[in-house]
């Protein structure tokens, strides 16, 4: 770009405003130059280089392992890049002594592909090797016993990754759950799952029974919980006898023992937050922070709210289906309110007219419900192809009072009422994130 200068007399300007432009346009006027006092510059041009023109961010970012905490150990600090790049290729040393070496040579410019090109170890499997050295330091710092590290040194990289959500000292206890049962990886996962998951479930049925610091109490309420969501007998005993093998703690056993026999022995039958209600298997399930996105398979279905009439339970879509190569889901009718929950038993084994009712208040529900459950919003999905009211204990959705409300078989019965807008399936609370008991900044290192 070229750059002119010229030396002349100050010019005078005017001004002249026009409707057209919010800024006046300038009009000047140049004096008259004599040759008496005027003198002739030459005109002088520089060479102004173009800035270059800005560099369009790439938006795809490569996979990169996190930085390493872990020190590198004593016999590899003075190997140059290629000396660590052999260690690396042919694996010279156990694992954890040179997973460390990984994320200096991608800060000197190895990008993940290339290091899985010259060292045959994939991106998946560096990252994999970097987190489980940052959980085997976290373990050695927590004074886990020898055998427990032995066992992981080894070759325990992918179950240690598995663990590396949880806080310090649930790993230390975790890690030596984990020995005691042989797990394979996807073990390890499911427990550090309900682990994690475990103070989130907070006033859920059975709760209290379970000790947290024990992983196999955290491992057996997963499995009761499976148990509750389970309409079919031999798959709920199934899932209660598997949950009574893995507890450990006395009062844990004891509540499982109590389902398994049909009675919790709080004289409110079993339907204090869930599960069965007096004999009745009415699921009651707390959605789970991010279950939804995890769900490979989900249910979608037409949402009315509790104040709505009961026209709109009818009139909601019946037909609502994934069609085509890409499970496109499409309705036979328009309809504003849509919820997606994940593909419980329960919910799956309605095929056609199922409807959801949103209520604000828990305590809408027809049995007696514990502190928790009062001013918790809830979802209640009804099966509108069984609308009979055939049992005593079951629990039917009707217009009362001109306003939507679920009530017990028996109850309808009493008042001459044969015949419901649809009988209740599953009752859904929301997921709720409690912070009291979340992992400090200094439990991820």
Request: glycine letters at 6%; hydrophobic letters at 35%; aromatic letters at 8%.
């Amino acid at each position: 770009m070229l750059s002119f200068t010229l030396n002349t007399t100050k010019p005078t300007t005017t001004f002249h405003h026009t409707p057209f432009f919010s800024t006046p346009i300038s009009h000047t006027t140049t004096p008259k130059l004599t040759t008496k006092n005027h003198l002739r510059k030459p005109i002088s041009a520089t060479l102004i280089p173009a800035n270059p023109p800005p560099q369009q961010k790439n938006l795809y970012q490569p996979f990169r392992p996190p930085p390493s905490q872990s020190p590198i150990p004593p016999q590899y600090r003075n190997l140059d890049t290629e000396a660590r790049l052999d260690v690396l290729t042919n694996r010279l040393g156990q694992w954890f002594e040179y997973a460390p070496l990984i994320p200096p040579l991608i800060q000197e410019g190895f990008a993940p592909p290339m290091l899985e090109e010259i060292t045959g170890i994939s991106g998946v499997e560096q990252n994999r090797l970097v987190v489980a050295a940052q959980v085997r330091d976290s373990l050695v710092q927590s004074g886990v016993d020898d055998e427990t590290l032995e066992f992981y040194d080894k070759g325990g990289a992918e179950l240690l990754y598995e663990i590396r959500l949880l806080s310090v000292n649930q790993r230390a206890a975790a890690a030596r759950y984990i020995l005691e049962n042989k797990f394979e990886p996807s073990d390890a996962q499911e427990l550090a799952r309900a682990i994690k998951d475990f103070p989130r479930r907070k006033g859920d049925r059975g709760w209290d029974w379970f000790d947290y610091n024990l992983p196999a109490d955290c491992l057996a309420f997963m499995y009761y919980r499976q148990a509750l969501e389970h309409r079919e007998t031999e798959t709920r005993v199934s899932a209660l006898e598997k949950a009574m093998n893995i507890a450990v703690s006395e009062n844990a056993k004891s509540w499982v023992l109590k389902e398994l026999d049909g009675n919790d022995g709080d004289g409110e039958g079993q339907g204090r937050g869930g599960g069965v209600v007096d004999g009745v298997k009415v699921p009651v399930v707390r959605l789970n922070l991010g279950e939804i996105a995890e769900a490979t398979v989900v249910a979608v279905l037409p949402v009315c709210g509790a104040g709505d009439r009961g026209k709109w339970v009818e009139e909601a879509p019946w037909e609502c289906a994934p069609k085509g190569d890409f499970g496109i889901v499409e309705s036979e009718k328009d309809w504003g309110r849509w919820v997606a929950l994940p593909a419980w038993e329960p919910v799956m084994r309605v095929k056609r007219g199922g409807v959801v009712v949103a209520f604000n208040d828990a305590r809408a529900l027809p049995w007696r419900v514990n502190r928790w459950y009062k001013e918790e919003s809830i979802l209640v999905m009804v099966d509108r192809e069984r609308k009979e009211v055939e049992i005593d204990d079951g629990f039917y959705l009707v217009l009362s009072e001109d306003e939507l409300k679920v009530e017990r078989g028996s109850a309808l019965k009493e008042k001459s009422v044969s015949t419901s807008l649809g009988t209740v399936v599953i009752v859904v609370r929301p997921p709720r994130e409690d912070d009291e008991n979340e992992i400090e900044v200094e439990d991820w290192e």
